[in-house]
C-alpha cells in the first residue's frame, strides 16, 4: 500500500513540499487551519509578493549572516530559478525589478496562490481547509493527528507550519511546539527583519520624519557589528524602513547593543 503522508500549515513552503510529494505518486494531504491557502503569501511585498530574487545563487550568499552552510542544500536542490519556471509552468508570468526582484507581472500576491493553487491540483494533492492541527503522537511508527474531535493516521509528516510573525495569518508557531514536543532541540526564538524598538522617550518626537541616504551603524561593546545605508523612518516606537529591517537580522543575537546614525 502507498504511504500515506500529511504535509501540515498551507503556505508557500508547505504548498511546494505537498506539491513535489505529490508529484511522485505519493498518497498526499495538505493541511490548512484557515479557510484559504496562503494567507501570509497573500500580504507579503505589499500585495505584490517579491518572489524570489534573480541573482545568481552565489551572490545570494552574501546575504545570508549565520550559517550559510545549513541553507546551501536548499538553496541548490530548489533554486531561484526553478520557482520562477515552476510558476511560470502553471501560467504565471513574471517579471524582474531593480535590484534582481522578481514579481507577478500583474502585481498581484494572489496571482501567485492561483498558481500555486494549480500545482497542488496537477499532482493531485488533497487539500483541507479549516484544518486545525491540534496535536501529533508519533507511536508505532505512525502519525497520528488530531484535528477537532477527528484522529488521521500517517506515515510520515511534514510540519510547514511557519514562524510566529503576523500570528492574524494562521503563523502562531504551533509547529514548533509540536516538533519540540516530539523531542527535537528548539533553539530560543529571535525576531528577525522587524523595526526596531527605542527606549529613549525623545524618539517619539521624531514621529513621522523620513530619511534617505543615511548610515545606519551597530555596536556591540564598541565593535561595529553591522552597518547599513539606505532609506529609514522615525516612528512611535522606534525606527523602521529598509536599513532597521537589515540591521535588526545581525544585532538580534547581541545583548548589549548600540545605534548611531550617520
Ligand atoms: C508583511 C510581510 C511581507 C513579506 N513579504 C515577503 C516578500 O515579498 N517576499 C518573500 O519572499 N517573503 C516575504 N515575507 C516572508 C514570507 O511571508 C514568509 O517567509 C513565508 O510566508 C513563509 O512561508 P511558510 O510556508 O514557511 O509559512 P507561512 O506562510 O507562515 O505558512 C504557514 C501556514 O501554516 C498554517 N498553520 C499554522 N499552524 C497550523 C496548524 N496547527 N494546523 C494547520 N495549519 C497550520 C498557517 O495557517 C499558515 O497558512 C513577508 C512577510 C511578512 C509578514
Known sequence: MSEKIAVIGGGPAGIIAAGIIGSRG???VLLEKNERLGKKLFITGKGRCNITNAAPIEELFDYINTNKN???SSFYSFTNENIIELLESMGLKTKVERGNRVFPQSDKSSDVIKALEKFLKKNNVRVMLSANVKNI????DKFIITIGEEKYEYDKVVIATGGVSYPATGSTGDGIQFAKRMGH?????????????IDNE??????GVSLKNVQLNAYCRNKLIQEEF???IFTHFGISGPIVLSISNGINKHANKELKLK
Open 26 to 28: 505519493k498518497d498526499i
Open 70 to 72: 545549513f541553507l546551501y
Open 137 to 140: 503522537i508519533y507511536n508505532n
Open 185 to 197: 532541540n528548539i533553539i530560543p526564538l529571535k525576531p528577525s527583519l522587524v523595526p526596531i524598538e
Open 202 to 207: 525623545w524618539i517619539k518626537e521624531l514621529q
Open 230 to 232: 539606505g532609506e529609514m
